[in-house]
């Protein structure tokens, strides 16, 4: 992968980093978020069928490498065009500035919005330890994240994810290892039955049951809806365009589907298993993932030597993963501030790039410290509702963009759009006996936005002015370029 470097710090041109690293650093972009925050506590609450989640996420992360990947890496290249992040790409394919401002604001309010978990989840877990305000820590953490990004460059923040996305996915291999050399299979088995798990053991490991009832088609749909989520979360294509050339997205593919599939399968597994390690405890009443892997590791190392030691270093890279996703999150937002923020003049002055890149950095800083103080928010309730977002309003707009030459940009507005406007409205408005849609159907609202999204984009862009040939051109050389 490239890093960025010109006389600023957002937005920067690039020089190669590596094909390894590109593929763990971006299948670590919504692997970190899920697999070390949200599918651990929800696999142990609610059993074996909260795993569709995880088979979503893989199945949207191979869409994502297969068919979007090398074709918006292809447009990057041709087009000789600034194109740095997903908002960059959508703005020149339909010569639409406007689309820039609307896609860019969309998602810098959600990505501050994750950002603000994640610094509040790691800031807790620090001061639980400490016994002080976490208030103290989310200001450090920034601060630190600001000046090593002020002062480094971004292939700092893309090996320490991936490094640490490896190495965690590592101690989990370790931990499950842990669990079969401690416990035999039937000693398993009857520490389950002691539980008294949803459902009982057969049903709690049964993937075709939920919270101990039965999974419907609607049940399995919603889950795997989580797909969409990885489509429309702009992280996966800023990496893209940071490649060198579509030879290193092509070098990156596989293992970043092998990644990707692995750290489903691992953290899944992991979490059906950890309920051993943590007994008489009950699974309903641990509070988060992160107490899920503190339990397991307190459990499985107290018999070594270095136990103690193990189990710093664990939580520590645990915890440090979070921080470099943190860090991520920070800059793409950022990054996607200054792309709809023209350069500054104070008169005949022109304000040097850096200083308008800081201030910007300082900026979402301020904001993500004034949303710790005036809110309270449920972490893993925000993730899944803005990962639903992604996955309803702008997966259609980005497939159409990379994939549908013929697509238009009254489509893509109306599209967007109208999946917003589904999605708000069969959000809150009860049409059914007074309840709303999703509820009586059992399907999320993402699943309904993104048809919706999808059904206006064909048939507007079917019926308005097609783009000029110039850009049909541009995009039949994308094509020829697949082959």
Sequence with gaps: MYDIKHNGILNRRSRHIGGVVTAAGLSANDMILWSFIVLPISIITY????????????????????????????????????????????????????????????????????????????????????????????????????????????????????????????????????IFVHFSPTGILDIYRKCNLPGGTRTYLDIMYHDGKAIQVTDIISMVSAALGSIGFPFFFGGILRCRDSKEVDKSRVLGMLISGISVITVSFFALLSIVTFYPVKAKSIKNSYEVFNKAINALSADYKYGVLIKDISIGVYLLALIFFAGSLLLMIAELLRGIIPSVRIGRIHVHRVYVDILIISIVVSIVLLMYLYSDLDAISIIVRDWDVCGGVFAAPLICGILYDKSTKTGIYSGFFAGALTYGLISYIPVVTGLTIPYV???????????????????????????????????????????
């Design 47 to 178: 059993g074996a069928g909260q795993c569709f989640v995880a088979v979503g996420l893989f199945v949207g992360n191979v869409f994502n490498w297969l068919f979007l990947a090398r074709r918006i890496k292809a447009y990057q290249e041709l087009s000789k065009k600034e194109i740095y992040n997903a908002s960059d790409f959508m703005s020149v394919r339909y010569g639409a500035r406007g689309l820039n401002y609307i896609l860019a604001i969309s998602w810098m309010i959600i990505l501050m919005f994750i950002l603000y978990l994640v610094l509040t989840y790691v800031a807790k877990i620090i001061g639980g330890h400490t016994n002080k305000d976490s208030i103290i820590y989310i200001f450090i953490i920034l601060v630190a994240l600001v000046a090593i990004i002020s002062v480094a460059d971004g292939k700092f923040f893309l090996i320490g994810k991936a490094v640490t996305y490896i190495t965690i996915l590592g101690i989990v291999i370790a931990l499950i290892v842990l």
């Design 441 to 483: 159907s059992d399907i999320n609202e993402g699943v309904f936005a993104f048809a919706v999204n999808m059904i206006v984009i064909l048939v507007v862009s079917r019926f308005t002015k097609k783009p000029d040939s110039k850009q049909l051109r541009l995009l039949e050389q994308v094509k020829i370029s697949q082959r």
